[in-house]
C-alpha cells in the first residue's frame, strides 16, 4: 500500500489549496481514511475524516473551510482547503484504515506535503 499526497504549496491568507492523497495497493470507495496535519512545534491533529459510508467530520477549527472528499474511480482523496490562515501552516498527510469503519488505529500514512500560508 502505498498513499501519495500532493497539492501543497505556499499560498497567502485567504486562499486556497487542494490537497490530493494518490492511493496505490489500496481500494479508497468504502474506506475510512483522513487528513491529519502536524503544525510547527504542535503535536498531529486529526482535520478531515471520512469513513467507509461516507460519513464526514471536521475539526473545529476548519470547518466551513475544509472540505474532504474522495474520487473512487481516480482512486484518490482529496482536502479543499479555502480561506487559508497562517494558522493552517503544516505538514499535511493522508491516513487510511483497512477496512470501512473508523474505530481502529489507522493502518496506513503517506509521507505528507507542506503547506505554508503567509499573512
Known amino acids: 500500500v502505498q498513499l501519495v499526497e500532493s497539492g501543497g504549496g505556499s499560498v497567502r491568507a485567504g486562499g486556497s489549496l487542494r490537497l490530493s492523497c494518490t492511493a496505490s495497493g489500496y481500494i479508497v470507495s468504502g474506506s475510512c481514511m483522513a487528513w491529519f496535519r502536524q503544525r510547527p512545534g504542535r503535536g498531529r491533529e486529526r482535520v478531515a475524516i471520512m469513513d467507509g459510508r461516507g460519513i464526514i467530520d471536521y475539526a473545529n477549527a476548519v470547518k466551513g473551510r475544509f472540505t474532504i472528499s474522495k474520487d473512487n474511480f481516480e482512486n484518490i482523496l482529496y482536502l479543499q482547503m479555502n480561506n487559508l490562515e497562517p494558522a493552517d501552516t503544516a505538514m499535511y498527510s493522508c491516513?487510511?484504515?483497512?477496512?470501512?469503519?473508523?474505530?481502529?488505529?489507522?493502518?496506513?500514512w503517506g509521507q505528507g506535503t507542506q503547506v505554508t500560508v503567509s499573512s
Open positions: 491516513a487510511a484504515v483497512d477496512g470501512r469503519t473508523c474505530t481502529t488505529g489507522f493502518d496506513y
